[in-house]
């Protein structure tokens, strides 16, 4: 019955699509063209379940990735989730050949803007036709059970585009034989970038990241080699192509660091509303052993560029020069790419 003070209340509700699929386009100085696709099905079985596939081909590389997620269930806003992935990508060096799976929880803390992940993962690591003569420190064939903590802390005014704020992320990886592969390491990686307002149109860039990777053993037992650093590239530092940084053997071939610290700084100016200016410098410490952490040898690139604000993010044209190149190493690189560098 309505009266005065009380009314019946009908609610219509519409649902919202239940399939959505992306095409995806990309470029980058070393994979050149990327391409793919990007599935999406939500409310799977009329669960609120989530699941996506991304399939991505690149001149370098081929890769694949699934997802389902089941939302609150371990509690409220706490996420389970499996994956399973698989990679193929000729590096600088070897052919990686990743594929495997795993199973985790999720949880994000809105107040603070944190995202924190817990997973087992298992899979099987290749790394294939490694240079002749390549004096491999670790294993290029291995099964790895691993206990993986990924942190999210994001406080960028944009994640595209940003312009004041700050993130940090960590990752950090546990390889055990007691979680059912045949390589024990532990194996961390920390980011974090701020970007300050300098005045109308100019802005200041800042980003540091540093890793380094230990074993219970010995390492040529118990490291796989594809799990080892190789700097370099347009989202390394830029005067060098992808793992083109990476620490050499006596031969002069490329054969990853055991830790790494690396930072840049930039400046950015705006041209006009979708052109910028940018001037930047890469530093890059690195370590063939862990013994010599944090580094033992030092690089250093300094370069500028041009940057096109798109809806896709920035398209950047950037140049980094060597000031202190080694043997063999180029005197610059020219980088095309879309993405902001960190």
Request: net charge negative; aromatic share 12%; proline share 4%.
């Given at each position: 019955m309505i009266d005065e003070h009380e009314r019946d209340v009908i609610y219509t509700l519409k649902e919202g699509k239940r399939l959505d699929l992306s095409?995806?386009?990309?470029?980058?100085?070393?994979?050149?063209?990327?391409?793919?696709?990007?599935?999406?099905?939500?409310?799977?079985?009329?669960?609120?379940?989530?699941s996506r596939l991304r399939l991505i081909q690149s001149f370098k590389s081929s890769s694949a990735d699934y997802t389902y997620n089941i939302p609150d269930f371990f509690g409220h806003?706490?996420?389970?989730f499996l994956t399973a992935s698989g990679l193929r990508r000729e590096e600088i060096s070897f052919v990686r050949e990743e594929y495997g799976g795993?199973?985790?929880?999720?949880?994000?803390?809105k107040s603070t803007s944190t995202d924190l992940s817990v997973r087992y993962q298992y899979q099987v690591l290749n790394a294939a036709d490694t240079q002749p003569?390549?004096?491999?420190?670790?294993?290029?064939?291995?099964?790895?059970?691993?206990?993986?903590?990924?942190?999210?802390?994001?406080?960028?005014?944009?994640?595209v585009y940003p312009r004041r704020g700050y993130k940090v992320f960590s990752n950090l990886e546990l390889g055990s034989q007691y979680l059912g592969g045949d390589a024990n390491y532990q194996r961390l990686e920390i980011a974090?970038?701020?970007?300050?307002?300098?005045?109308?149109?100019?802005?200041a860039n800042f980003g540091l990241s540093h890793g380094f990777v230990l074993t219970v053993g010995s390492?040529?037992?118990?490291?796989?080699?594809?799990?080892?650093?190789?700097?370099?590239?347009?989202h390394s530092i830029r005067g060098y192509q992808e793992g083109e940084a990476s620490p050499r053997d006596a031969?002069?071939?490329?054969?990853?660091?055991?830790?790494?610290?690396?930072?840049?700084?930039?400046?950015?100016?705006?041209?006009?509303?979708?052109?910028?200016?940018?001037?930047?410098?890469?530093?890059l410490g690195t370590a063939r052993v862990i013994e010599n952490y944090p580094f033992q040898d030092g690089l250093f690139s300094a370069g500028g560029g041009l940057r096109w604000k798109t809806i896709v993010g920035p398209i950047r044209l950037e140049y980094g020069h060597n000031l202190n190149p080694r043997v063999g190493d180029p005197a610059g690189t020219l980088h095309f790419s879309i993405g902001f560098p960190f």
């Amino acid at each position: 019955m309505i009266d005065e003070h009380e009314r019946d209340v009908i609610y219509t509700l519409k649902e919202g699509k239940r399939l959505d699929l992306s095409l995806l386009a990309g470029w980058g100085s070393y994979e050149m063209l990327r391409g793919g696709i990007d599935f999406e099905q939500f409310n799977v079985f009329g669960l609120a379940h989530r699941s996506r596939l991304r399939l991505i081909q690149s001149f370098k590389s081929s890769s694949a990735d699934y997802t389902y997620n089941i939302p609150d269930f371990f509690g409220h806003d706490i996420d389970l989730f499996l994956t399973a992935s698989g990679l193929r990508r000729e590096e600088i060096s070897f052919v990686r050949e990743e594929y495997g799976g795993g199973i985790g929880g999720r949880k994000y803390f809105k107040s603070t803007s944190t995202d924190l992940s817990v997973r087992y993962q298992y899979q099987v690591l290749n790394a294939a036709d490694t240079q002749p003569g390549i004096q491999v420190a670790g294993l290029t064939n291995a099964s790895v059970g691993t206990i993986i903590t990924e942190l999210r802390h994001d406080r960028r005014d944009n994640p595209v585009y940003p312009r004041r704020g700050y993130k940090v992320f960590s990752n950090l990886e546990l390889g055990s034989q007691y979680l059912g592969g045949d390589a024990n390491y532990q194996r961390l990686e920390i980011a974090t970038s701020l970007h300050i307002p300098l005045y109308r149109g100019a802005w200041a860039n800042f980003g540091l990241s540093h890793g380094f990777v230990l074993t219970v053993g010995s390492r040529d037992q118990d490291l796989p080699f594809d799990r080892r650093f190789f700097p370099g590239g347009e989202h390394s530092i830029r005067g060098y192509q992808e793992g083109e940084a990476s620490p050499r053997d006596a031969a002069g071939q490329f054969i990853g660091a055991e830790t790494y610290v690396l930072g840049t700084l930039e400046f950015e100016q705006a041209l006009t509303p979708s052109i910028s200016l940018v001037l930047f410098s890469d530093s890059l410490g690195t370590a063939r052993v862990i013994e010599n952490y944090p580094f033992q040898d030092g690089l250093f690139s300094a370069g500028g560029g041009l940057r096109w604000k798109t809806i896709v993010g920035p398209i950047r044209l950037e140049y980094g020069h060597n000031l202190n190149p080694r043997v063999g190493d180029p005197a610059g690189t020219l980088h095309f790419s879309i993405g902001f560098p960190f």
